[in-house]
């Protein structure tokens, strides 16, 4: 099992930060250990966007993503611990899973703008 959340830039972005309490947009797919593709965005077809930093998605995305720039491309391999933990999540995701994503990060809103 992972103790730590790994961060591994693919492709390191050129434009806008993920900052805490930002509006994100991005593409992801999420694999657990074994290979098995249990969510991806791209095969809705849309981007999937959430407010991060906040607790809205899980703590290994709220890490993860927070300082990814816009064009930026990252794999994440996220702890249970910082996943869903004991929780079984529908089918697909066992109790205690690490999971792992590839995030690509479209465009951050803050509300400055």
């Known amino acids: ?5 790994e961060i591994i830039d693919l492709i390191v972005g050129e434009g806008k930060a993920a900052v805490k309490g930002a509006l994100i947009k991005t593409h992801y797919t999420g694999w657990l250990n074994d290979g098995t593709k249990f969510d991806s ?8 966007q959430c407010v991060i930093g906040t607790g809205r998605v899980i703590k290994g995305w709220d ?3 927070m300082g990814m720039k816009v064009g930026g491309k990252r794999k994440l391999i996220v702890p249970a611990h ?14 205690n899973s690490d999971l792992i ?9 803050t509300r400055d703008e």
């Open 1 to 5: 099992m992972t103790e730590q959340l």
């Open 41 to 48: 965005s791209h095969d809705r077809g849309q981007l999937f």
């Open 63 to 65: 890490q993860g993503i």
């Open 82 to 95: 910082l996943a869903y933990g004991e929780r079984q999540i529908g089918q697909m995701i066992p109790a």
């Open 101 to 109: 994503f590839e995030i690509e990060l479209f465009e951050v809103l």
